[in-house]
């Protein structure tokens, strides 16, 4: 029932753990579930990387936190800070209001990297290079928003238009061998014959969630795809191929061209739901990103029942999206939005007034502390489930493999008396979908 950097009504937060009085509009605490609910951290002992660049400099859809056009290597873009937007200031208010929280308990709040240390785009040219981009690119980078130097949000365009596709479904993008990576990233030996091709992952298509008015933004409404991308800066492993994608995707700026599959795929969509019916979403990381079409394509269909998307992090700073699902939130009374995280301090420090451990959507789940915050007992007679991210989270065992010793959702989920959806869905089902 409160909202930090807001008016107090003088009455108490219902929420357990809550220590604020209760805020004039918000009816809900958004702080109940983020394992930094912590009223109770002391002075000087923690940090915050919040760093939601966008929203803290308002108006991201006006042109740009960017504005150089010139993309050449060693040409340093020039910065321009557009004015707040009227239209966005609710949204730069929560950050503020989120920041102002944090700091008024001791914790060191940073801001995203300065700008001009935002990669400036290296997609330089010599005749060669110019060929293979006309033969193999066909969209166009329209804007990025850095969340922090390992996490951005990527507008892209495709030159055919923005094609029909269902919420939570991924299509390929692609950029040449030959392009260059992100300094700070893991060297890459790339064979003769590779230099000419272009490396292509798959990725969800996510959502802005809210338009320039503030407003929901379902998928179908843009003309643009939102992806939501990780840096994966180096292998996770001795032996293992270094990253092919990521630290060139992240050399890109507006105008910049890339490769982006023709065809949208993916069975990891909504499907048939029960507009009554509880939709439960979980993801790790990027995870989160076709969690955010479906939320918004469920919200738009006005959907009634209870719409949980919860969300793992490392650290708070990780939530690229978090002041727009506020925004949602306040403006949808069933959709809640529930952020956890893994590597704040209190969750490693048990010396830490309020330590509450790593926070596994597992643990949360079988815990109980996941229905408590959803309000909702997520009961697989009424609910359809989604996880989407890390495969330890998800825990999927193929047939005769070993189950791993940490269980992910899966197990734990079929324990409840949930089964994976291969046909036919209805509640009860769960849909999975692995990022590597
Ligand atoms: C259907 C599908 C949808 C995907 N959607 C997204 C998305 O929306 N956003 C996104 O960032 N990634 C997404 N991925 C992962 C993406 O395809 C790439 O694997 C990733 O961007 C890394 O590419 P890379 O070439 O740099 O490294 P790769 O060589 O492909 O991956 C190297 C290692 O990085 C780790 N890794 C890969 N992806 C992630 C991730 N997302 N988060 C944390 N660690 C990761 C894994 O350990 C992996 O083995 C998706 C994957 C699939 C299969
Ligand atoms: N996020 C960052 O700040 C950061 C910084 C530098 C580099 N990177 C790189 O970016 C990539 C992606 O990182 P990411 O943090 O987005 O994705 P990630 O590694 O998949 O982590 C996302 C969340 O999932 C949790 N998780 C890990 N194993 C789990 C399990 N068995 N069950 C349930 N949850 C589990 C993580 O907790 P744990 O804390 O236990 O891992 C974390 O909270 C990686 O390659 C990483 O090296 C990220």
């Keep these: 029932m409160c909202r930090p950097g807001e008016q107090s009504t003088g009455k108490r937060c219902q929420e357990d753990r809550c220590d604020r009085n209760a805020s004039k509009n918000f009816s809900r605490c958004h ?14 002992t923690g940090s915050v990387r919040w760093a ?26 020039e910065h321009a800070r557009p004015a707040r937007s009227r239209k966005l200031q609710y949204i730069a208010n929560a950050v503020d209001a989120l920041r102002q929280f944090y700091s008024d308990r001791g914790f060191t709040v940073s801001q995203s990297p300065p ?5 400036v785009s290296q997609q330089d040219s010599s005749p060669d290079q110019t060929e293979l981009r006309e033969r193999h690119y066909n969209a166009t980078v329209i804007e990025r928003i850095d969340c922090h130097e390992n996490l951005a949000r990527f507008r892209i365009r495709p030159d055919a238009g923005v094609p029909v596709f269902k919420a939570g479904q991924y299509v390929t993008l692609g950029l040449g061998y030959w392009e260059p990576r992100l300094e700070g990233t893991q060297e890459e030996q790339v064979p003769e014959k590779k230099l000419q091709r272009v ?48 630290p060139r995707l992240f050399c890109l700026g507006k105008g910049d061209r890339l ?15 029960d507009p009554q019916a509880t939709v439960l979403m979980l993801g790790t990381g990027t995870g989160e990103a076709p969690h955010n079409a479906m939320t918004a394509t469920l919200l738009s269909r006005g959907h009634r029942g209870r719409i949980v998307n919860a969300c793992c992090v490392r650290y708070l700073g990780d ?53 408590q915050a959803a309000q909702d007992p997520l009961a697989p007679g009424n609910t359809h489930v989604f996880l989407c991210g890390n495969p330890a989270m998800i825990g999927y065992v193929p047939p005769g493999g070993q189950p791993p010793s940490t269980p992910g959702m899966l197990p734990l989920l079929e324990a409840e008396g949930f089964r994976q959806d291969h046909e036919g869905g209805g509640p009860g089902t769960v849909l999975f979908e692995k990022y590597w």
């Excluded at 702080?31 to 000087?44: C, I, P, R, T």
């Excluded at 700008?115 to 990669?119: G, L, S, T």
């Excluded at 699902?325 to 301090?345: A, V």
């Design 259 to 273: 490769a982006i599959g023709k065809k949208v795929v993916g069975a990891y969509t909504l499907g048939e739901i």
């Design 31 to 44: 702080f109940n579930f983020v394992s930094l609910d912590a009223g109770s951290v002391e002075k000087g």
């Design 115 to 119: 700008e001009n240390q935002v990669p």
């Design 199 to 246: 490396a292509k992952r798959a990725y969800s298509i996510s959502c802005p969630l809210l338009n320039e008015h503030g407003k929901l933004a379902p998928v179908d409404s843009l003309d643009y795809l939102e992806f939501y991308i990780t840096l994966v800066r180096a292998a996770e492993g001795p032996g293992k191929a270094a990253p092919a994608l990521t």
């Design 319 to 371: 939530l690229a999206y978090y002041p727009r699902h506020l925004s949602l939130m306040d403006q949808y009374e069933n959709y809640r939005y529930l952020p956890c995280t893994t590597r704040e301090r209190i969750n490693t420090d048990p010396s830490m007034p309020g330590y509450v451990g790593k926070q596994y959507l597992q643990d949360l789940f079988t815990s109980g502390k996941l229905a």
């Design 52 to 77: 939601c660049a966008a929203a803290r400099d308002g108006d991201e859809t006006r042109d740009e936190r960017r504005t150089g056009g010139s993309r050449r290597a060693g040409g340093p873009r």
